[in-house]
């Protein structure tokens, strides 16, 4: 067996230059929008929340509230509870969070505040001086930034609300879905593939409604959607758990403590990107319901299937680097490799040292050589290797852009962040049918770049 590459960043040089990931709190944020009546509350400085705010509202176009509990440097030394204590009674009165999620910053974990005393003392205090329409569900995550990537984030906080949360109940035979860091359009064709099986389904998280949600006369401070406390709470009553990913460690994972601590089954699977990982996801519906795919859900895969044929020509043999979170990388990759396109090259911001295997295994039936694999890589990193300057095309996120556009090769964007993209919240990525939407995209990006370089501009392909 032909082992990948991997390699380990920044080995020459102490500084990162525009890291392949985003900061650890910003994921935990975007895991709490996905509970019904959460407020996502940053314990650190006030230019922590900003940024994420910012961050957040130009990738997704939506109001983004964050609170936080706005640390100066006198309470930096002297302890930010009482900051704590104040902006999670403002936030309670203000915005009527029924969930508040917690998460500290890099500044708050090296000053070694204590979260969970800072949680009892709010306790003791609400309990003398109750809040207006009762006390919020505390629900805390560690969030060092210097440690982990967003995706970190993400995961731990994902799990901390299934450990807040998850009580005894009764077998309902429903089905616990932790779906990973995909965008809202994703998240909504996940409730529509489950649905079409009519399995009783629990999503956790889900931000879909409350990052891509209608156009509303007034803005709502607290929108609505999101995983309810309810449901939440008969997490243990499920008949299963499915986790989408395959690098997740086990100390952040939702669906292993659901198993551990309530003997919940859990599947992994890898997230559900082109055909082999999207047929591995329905086989498994296919299990639980006792029915075989829908007929239109057939359909959608036989075109999937048709557009690959029509498309072989312009793709064969051509080489890509991928670049941006784990699982969706992999993802990635694999879908090229059914798709007769090359990787040459992976790189992540993540190092859960999970990722090497992953490819190895979803290209190795495909491929001779195995992709180099760049794991806590920034784009420095990228730029340096042989196999990124040579590539026909680069598919990731945006902030590859500028390597992209100095090589002048193509960038077919995918994940998060798309800041220099409309419409990212609503790039379809699983599925069948987020296959065939990527594959369009793909082939049209070859074809455009043929078309520019071209001498004649001829306009039939």
Same mark, same amino acid.
């Given at each position: ?22 900061? $650890?709190? @910003?994921?935990? #944020? ?11 509350? +940053? ?8 940024? &994420? ?10 109001? %983004? ?5 706005? =640390?100066?440097? !006198? ?11 104040? *902006? ?13 999620? =917690?998460?500290?910053?890099? +500044? ?10 800072? %949680?009892? /003392?709010?306790? !003791?205090? %609400? ?11 505390? %629900? ?41 860091? =995909? ?45 309810? #406390?309810?449901? &939440?709470?008969?997490?243990? *009553? ?22 551990? /601590?309530? !003997? ?17 996801? &329905? ?11 829908? /007929? ?5 895969? *036989?075109r999937l299937i048709d557009a690959c044929v029509d498309a072989h020509k312009y793709l064969a043999g051509r080489t890509a680097v991928v670049f941006g979170d784990e699982d ?12 007769? #396109?090359k990787t040459t090259l992976v790189a992540t911001g993540g190092k859960s040292g999970r990722l090497a295997p992953v490819i190895e295994r979803v290209t190795r039936t495909f491929? /001779?050589? #195995? ?17 990124? $300057?040579?590539?026909? @095309? ?23 962040? +798309? ?8 790039? +379809?990525? =699983? ?6 939407? @990527? ?10 770049? $043929? ?11």
């Amino acid at each position: 067996m032909i082992k990948t590459s991997v390699a380990k960043a920044r080995e020459p040089w102490v500084s990162t230059a525009n890291p392949c990931h985003q900061c $650890r709190p @910003l994921g935990a #944020m975007v895991a709490f929008q996905g509970v019904e009546g959460c407020v996502p509350f +940053l314990h650190g400085s006030q230019g922590c929340a900003t940024y &994420m705010r910012r961050y957040l509202i130009s990738h997704f176009r939506e109001p %983004v509230d964050i609170a936080s509990s706005s =640390v100066s440097e !006198k309470e930096a030394v002297l302890g930010g509870g009482p900051s704590l204590r104040k *902006g999670l009674r403002n936030v309670t009165e203000k915005y009527g969070a029924s969930v508040v999620g =917690v998460a500290t910053t890099c +500044l708050t974990e090296t000053t070694g505040e204590d979260l969970g005393m800072l %949680v009892r /003392e709010w306790d !003791k205090e %609400v309990a003398e001086r109750p809040l207006q329409g009762g006390n919020p569900e505390i %629900v805390t995550v560690p969030c060092p930034s210097y440690d982990g990537s967003h995706i970190d984030g993400f995961h731990g906080a994902n799990r901390a609300l299934v450990a807040h949360f998850a009580e005894a109940c009764s077998p309902h035979g429903g089905m616990a879905l932790f779906p990973n860091f =995909v965008s809202p359009a994703d998240l909504r064709h996940l409730r529509e593939m489950v649905g079409a099986f009519g399995i009783p389904l629990t999503l956790v998280p889900d931000y879909a409604d409350r990052l891509d949600g209608p156009a509303l006369v007034e803005t709502d401070p607290l929108p609505a959607g999101g995983t309810t #406390m309810a449901d &939440m709470r008969a997490l243990p *009553g499920c008949r299963v758990s499915v986790e989408l990913g395959r690098t997740i460690p086990e100390k952040l994972s939702a669906a292993t403590w659901l198993e551990q /601590e309530w !003997k919940v089954p859990r599947r992994t699977l890898g997230l559900p990107i082109g055909i082999r990982e999207t047929d591995a996801f &329905m086989a498994i519906l296919e299990e639980l319901s006792g029915i075989e795919t829908p /007929e239109a859900w057939q359909a959608e895969r *036989g075109r999937l299937i048709d557009a690959c044929v029509d498309a072989h020509k312009y793709l064969a043999g051509r080489t890509a680097v991928v670049f941006g979170d784990e699982d969706m990388v992999a993802g990635i990759v694999s879908f090229l490799t059914e798709i007769g #396109m090359k990787t040459t090259l992976v790189a992540t911001g993540g190092k859960s040292g999970r990722l090497a295997p992953v490819i190895e295994r979803v290209t190795r039936t495909f491929l /001779e050589e #195995m992709p180099r694999v760049l794991e806590d890589s920034d784009f420095r990193d990228v730029e340096e290797c042989a196999e990124a $300057r040579m590539a026909d @095309l680069f598919i990731g996120h945006s902030k590859g852009y500028k390597l992209a556009r100095r090589h002048d090769i193509p960038l077919v964007r995918v994940g998060f962040p +798309l800041h220099d993209r409309f419409g990212g919240q609503r790039l +379809l990525h =699983v599925g069948w049918r987020g296959a065939l939407d @990527l594959l369009d995209t793909i082939v049209n990006a070859i074809l455009e770049k $043929r078309q520019d370089d071209s001498p004649v501009g001829y306009s039939y392909l």
